[in-house]
């Protein structure tokens, strides 16, 4: 009797007179299988990101939006094929409806992702003019932050000449819960954003700093009214900060302007005061950040 680890070289002197081709195999027919079928969907998937983007390429050169029908007539795309394409591009915020009617234009999900591709650097480039006429206005540090994911980072800083402290570093996490910037950037996303921020751990930095969810969220309700955010010493002891919305179409708002100093000094100026050179400011900001401005850049 042979023994089974043993090859017997009979059956296969059988197999190879027979010249079984390798295909014939159970595995290699299943292998064969699966990758014509990879390569098939493949296929099938570039054909469907080519028609997404030749429909966003449509969008970006129409600036005044577009409706179904043209762009069935500029895709030459059937009218069923364009609809669930616009639908898709709907539901991810690609695209959206201009005052709920049936035109669109470019959504705000992606306008935020064109400036996610900006460098800190450049931005600061931009910016800096307009943050170094409010220290000089006031003699304390200006800065801009802007909204990444769920969170708010700074994104470029301008100290006095006598201040050898900053209290915000570029790329430093802004609280939402606490820093005049985050707020005045979290107030103005929708609730799904919001939530998800809160849910992050909510640190008590200082006596007078928020955690409760409920009174944050009506927090944020009254900067939407009066359209600026304020931190008394929420996050650090002694340190008073403002900041106001930065208002861009259609991106929203994905960047706030802010002052921050010893709240000794802050407050020899009066609230009105620095609330109308922050606003201003971001009146200034959002003209030279906005997307066509990028884009020339």
Known sequence: MRNFLCIDYTILGTLHKMRIPQTDYPYQIQAKHDENEFMSEAKENKGILIRYAAVLDIFAAASGGLTLTEVMNETGLPRGTVHRLLGALLDVGYIESVDGR??????????????????????????????????????????????????????????????????VQPGRGMPIHVAASAKAVFAFQDDALIEIALNEPLVKYTDKAKTDKAAIRAEFATIVEDGFAVCNEELDPGILSYACPVFMEPEGVIYSIGLVGPAQRLCQYSKPEIIDALSDSALEVSALLSSGKLSQS
């Open 102 to 167: 049936k035109v669109y234009v470019l959504g705000k999900r992606l306008m935020r992702m064109f400036h996610l591709t900006m460098p800190l650097g450049s931005i600061e480039q931009i910016v800096r003019p307009i943050l170094e006429g409010l220290v000089e206005q006031f003699g304390e540090t200006a800065f801009l932050a802007h909204l990444i994911g769920n969170k708010v980072e700074a994104a470029a800083t301008v100290l006095p000449v006598s201040e050898n402290q900053s209290f």
